[in-house]
């Protein structure tokens, strides 16, 4: 059993850089403990000691977990036009301070996101690699787009339901965050859904575009929950971007090549 688990891990590791776009019809057996609350106890490694914040781990550090536990990365690109919520979006992902105005991100910023999760039987530890790149810089450096999209394996599409504009201009983005060869997950990042007066985007229509693309939809609120335990507000965002990415793999170890 433990030499099949290995060689699974092995063909998700040649398989990681190419992922396909169809839409998701794959289960995952995930622990019925771990729904319980098995998770907070793992959880509290993520943490500095004594507090309820998360820790930022330095390039040769990860989370204490017991040495069994596989580790996966995976690649996520964040992508938008500028004042979407990209930048928010990762800040929330990895626990850091929520910026309070927008200031666009100059060049390419990225952030690596620890997260403990139970599949089957198994504990495995996620390392999500997050990149953001501005929106000015991906149009006046070349370089900028094709290095985020490089081995990318999933695709954050953010756009804010207070931006009529950049809702109509998602499938657009859709064609754009991807090349023809590439098999990156798509996900869209819907922000601001907590500002009813300022929405221009009705729930109505995220519905059909989740309908019609078979591209699931996060939907982000603000700043207004409480912060002192952003993990426990967190922790659904990042259970279903892991199994997501861990749905991607068996789709692709499925496709003959």
Request: net charge positive.
């Amino acid at each position: 059993m433990r030499a099949s688990w290995w060689l699974l891990l092995g063909w998700i590791g040649l398989l990681r850089v190419k992922t396909n776009t169809r839409k998701v019809d794959a289960k995952i057996n995930m622990a019925p403990e771990w729904a319980i609350g098995e998770n907070k106890n793992y959880q509290q490694k993520l943490l500095v000691p004594g507090t309820k914040k998360r820790k930022l781990f330095g390039l040769l550090e990860k989370p204490n977990l017991p040495p069994a536990a596989p580790n996966v990365t995976y690649k996520l690109f964040m992508f938008g036009k500028a004042s979407s919520g990209k930048t928010w979006t990762m800040n929330r992902l990895s626990g850091q301070e929520l910026p309070t105005h927008h200031t666009e991100t100059v060049g390419i910023q990225c952030s690596n996101v620890y997260w403990p999760m139970k599949i089957g039987n198994r504990l495995i530890l996620f390392r999500l690699e997050i990149w953001d790149a501005g929106e000015s810089s991906v149009k006046r450096y070349n370089h900028v787009l094709p290095a985020c999209r490089e081995g990318v394996d999933a695709v954050l599409l953010c756009f804010s339901v207070t931006d009529r504009e950049g809702w109509l201009e998602l499938p657009r983005l859709l064609t754009t965050a991807t090349t023809p060869t590439d098999r990156a997950a798509l996900i869209v990042i819907a922000t601001r859904c907590d500002q009813y007066a300022n929405r221009e985007v009705s729930e109505g229509e995220l519905d059909s575009f989740e309908a019609t693309h078979g591209v699931p939809i996060i939907k982000l609120g603000g700043a207004s929950e409480d912060q002192s335990d952003e993990i426990t507000h967190t922790a659904p965002i990042l259970n279903f971007l892991c199994k997501r990415l861990w749905q991607r793999d068996q789709e692709l170890l499925s496709i003959k090549p």
